[in-house]
């Protein structure tokens, strides 16, 4: 397939998250299609067909999103991607510290976040890493990724809400090697962010082109029955050994395809994420390059409604995805009265 180059005049279309996704769906690529409710059932319980897309030595991990239009960028990224992006012009001028300087940018608002919820209280008698895991799970900016261990738990988020939009179920696989260990992320001084000693020790290069997963023991009832961990990296730019590519111009029935530039692939994902877009198994040992893939599961607004049976029969729901603490708190409260004076009266009499 002939690749263009990003010099020649053909004008650029704009960028759309959702036609990349589209095109790298794997609906029609597994062994047996995913093309219902059903089947897409069938396939979220079938060990064997969700082993063909991981390393072999590696880890499976599940992200589902009830809009199925968007890509799986941070948070902390989206709020400062005018900042960030901006950085991208230095490419023209030929300034090789572009990378550098956009994940610079991104490490300084992370820093700022993180020391701002300490002043607030947050994150008391924690490691940064869970306070960046508490603030992530609790909806704040962080630049990690919630991921589950749990391809239903993943089902579950994707299918939640937005009944009258497709959601989108995203399948990821990670070299058993990039799991930052206990070692790698300690650090003695309490402000610091949690991979400021993998920076030292991989270097630049290692940082901002790898992915991590980040193993973190669950902090509340609510991170333990999502079975979630995160996935975090440095702010991902595009290099010769790291190309996505979209449809060239309008010309998509040819086949040519042009490169991403790294600010339209963020829209995609700030991770080292190779979304691949040919068929499988055989691919995820032709690159060295990449430590994770990503492949793509639309799933249609109609299917939504039986799913959501499915996995209500199957013990996952809003509360058990959410278990409502507070909302028991005073039912709870008097069955702690009752119990109190029922023991009183069988012990005394």
Not at 123 to 141: I, Y
Not at 159 to 182: H, M, P, Y
Request: aromatic share 8%.
């Amino acid at each position: 397939m002939a690749k263009a180059s990003r010099n020649e005049s053909i004008p650029r279309h704009p960028f759309d998250v959702h036609t990349f996704l589209l095109e790298r769906d794997i609906n029609n690529k597994v062994n047996s299609p995913i093309n219902s409710a059903e089947t897409l059932w069938e396939f979220v319980n079938d060990a064997t067909a969700l082993a063909e897309l991981r390393f072999n030595d590696g880890l499976s991990l599940y992200r589902g999103q009830s809009n199925g239009t968007y890509g799986v960028n941070s948070s902390l990224y989206r709020l400062a991607q005018t900042q960030i992006d901006s950085i991208e012009a230095l490419r023209s001028s030929k300034n090789k510290a572009h990378k550098a300087l956009a994940e610079e940018v991104l490490s300084r608002v992370e820093n700022e976040v993180l020391q701002e919820a300490r002043a607030n209280g947050i994150g008391t008698g924690l490691s940064s890493l869970e306070t960046l895991a508490l603030l992530q799970h609790h909806l704040s900016p962080t630049r990690l990724m919630d991921v589950s261990s749990s391809p239903l738990v993943a089902l579950y988020f994707a299918i939640e809400r937005n009944q009258s939009i497709d959601g989108r179920l995203f399948v990821f696989t990670i070299r058993a090697t990039r799991s930052l260990t206990a070692s790698l992320l300690r650090d003695e001084r309490d402000d610091a962010l949690p991979w400021s000693v993998a920076k030292d020790a991989l270097g630049a290069k290692g940082w901002n082109d790898k992915v991590w997963h980040l193993p973190v023991a669950p902090l509340d009832a609510r991170m333990r029955s999502q079975q979630g961990s995160f996935l975090a990296g440095g702010l991902f730019s595009m290099g010769p050994s790291f190309r996505q590519y979209r449809s060239f111009g309008k010309d998509i029935e040819s086949g040519r395809q042009d490169v991403l530039s790294s600010s339209e692939f963020r829209k995609v994902c700030t991770l080292a994420i190779n979304f691949p877009l040919r068929r499988f198994p055989g691919i995820l040992e032709e690159s060295e390059a990449w430590d994770a893939y990503g492949w793509s599961i639309t799933i249609p607004k109609e299917w939504k409604e039986p799913l959501r049976l499915r996995l209500a029969d199957a013990g996952i729901s809003e509360d058990t995805m959410y278990p409502p603490v507070h909302e028991v708190r005073r039912l709870l409260a008097r069955v702690a009265v009752d119990s109190a004076q029922r023991a009183l009266a069988d012990l005394v009499g």
